[in-house]
């Protein structure tokens, strides 16, 4: 079955840049979408279509994606970013039973 | 603005059955599909099952088929997750996510805040 692997944990200071990764095999031709969990809390969509930022998301969340890797970039992160990061995407048949979440990166600002 | 709001979580005993809703407001519910994800205790994001827009095709995670069923009402605006044959694996926080689609690709842009599922003895 289909996989996106991301570290388990990603740790920064205030003010620094953070990049979590996610790989995944089908990711040249499949968008890679982002969503941030902070404890306790639903999963929000951070960065959609590899890059895209919702409306609402601050301006130091941005993504790109290169072949088989997406990145989550955090520039200047906050303490309140610090949550739980999950990459999503499908495998290469993009069908609805395809849906794959990577494990999940830890990222901690202190 | 857009609201999901998951009810019927609870304790239930190994091999019991529980029903889950998710009560949707603020956009036009019978135009989107619509998905269930679920996340264990300390573990991550795990997708469950999907059911189009007009109920017409619904999809399962390996681990559920045969056991859940997903539907929706859409005259009362509301998706549903039939659990039956409960194991203590699928105890976990019960997330319902509104689906778009674009580009022949699709996400989830909405989350509730889900119900809590706990299977023991």
């Known amino acids: 079955s289909y996989e996106l692997t991301q570290p388990p944990s990603v740790s920064v200071s205030p003010g620094q840049t953070a990049r979590i990764t996610c790989s995944g095999d089908a990711l040249p031709k499949k968008y890679a979408y982002w969503y941030q969990q902070k404890s306790g809390q639903a999963p929000v969509l951070v960065i959609y279509e590899d890059s895209k930022r919702p409306s609402g998301i601050p301006e130091r969340f941005s993504g790109s994606s290169s072949g088989t890797m997406a990145t989550l970039t955090i520039s200047g992160a906050q303490v309140e970013d610090e949550a739980d990061y999950y990459c999503y995407s499908t495998d290469s048949s993009g069908n609805h039973r395809s849906v794959v979440f990577g494990g999940g990166t830890k990222l901690t600002v202190l | 603005q857009v609201q999901l709001v998951e009810s019927g979580g609870g304790v239930v005993q190994p091999g019991g059955s529980l029903r889950l809703s998710c009560a949707a407001s603020?956009?036009?519910?019978?135009?989107?599909?619509m998905h269930w994800v679920r996340q264990a205790p300390g573990k991550g994001l795990e997708w469950v099952a999907f059911?189009?827009?007009?109920?017409?095709?619904?999809y399962y995670a390996d681990s559920v088929k045969g056991r859940f069923t997903i539907s929706r009402d859409n005259s009362k605006n509301t998706l549903y997750l039939q659990m039956n044959s409960l194991r203590a694996e699928d105890t976990a926080v019960y997330y319902c996510?509104?689906?778009?689609?674009?580009?022949?690709?699709?996400?989830?842009?909405?989350w509730g805040q889900g119900t809590l599922v706990t299977v023991s003895s």
């Open positions: 996510a509104k689906e778009v689609e674009r580009f022949g690709e699709f996400y989830f842009d909405y």
């Open positions: 059911i189009r827009y007009d109920g017409s095709n619904k």
């Open positions: 603020g956009f036009t519910f019978s135009s989107y599909g």
